[in-house]
Nanobody
Framework: QVQLVESGGGWVQPGGSLRLSCAAS????????MGWYRQAPGKERELVAR???????NYADSVQGRFIISRDNAKNTVSLQMNGLKPEDTDVYYC????????????????WGKGTLATVSA
């Protein structure tokens, strides 16, 4: 069984910063792509940022230059440093990862965390 657990959400004023973290645990053989999505009520989940195992990154245009994604392959963690936060960044942020398990080493499956809420308001 594989689990992704997020932490680090909360409330911050506009212009402030938050750091989200996500730890993968369980019967993990390897982890490929990791990343963060976000979703507001009534809207579709959208990609925020993603990072390959080699460290290549992609960002949504709306967060480019403000957010930084990073990962620690040894610890099976991915983080999202969010700077210059705006009210429109208020969302539930979900961690995801492509993971193969010890039982199925050749199959990469997508796993999701339960989400952490980030609220940006004055």
């Amino acid at each position: 069984q594989v689990q992704l657990v997020e932490s680090g959400g909360g409330w911050v004023q506009p212009g402030g910063s938050l750091r989200l973290s996500c730890a993968a645990s369980g019967n993990i053989f390897s982890i490929g792509l990791m990343g963060w999505y976000r979703q507001a009520p009534g809207k579709e989940r959208e990609l925020v940022a993603r990072i390959t195992s080699g460290g290549s990154t992609n960002y949504a245009d709306s967060v480019q230059g403000r957010f930084i994604i990073s990962r620690d392959n040894a610890k099976n963690t991915v983080s999202l440093q969010m700077n210059g936060l705006k009210p429109e960044d208020t969302d539930v942020y979900y961690c995801y990862a492509l993971i193969s398990t010890i039982q199925d080493r050749h199959i990469m499956r997508q796993y999701w965390g339960k989400g952490t809420l980030a609220t940006v308001s004055a």
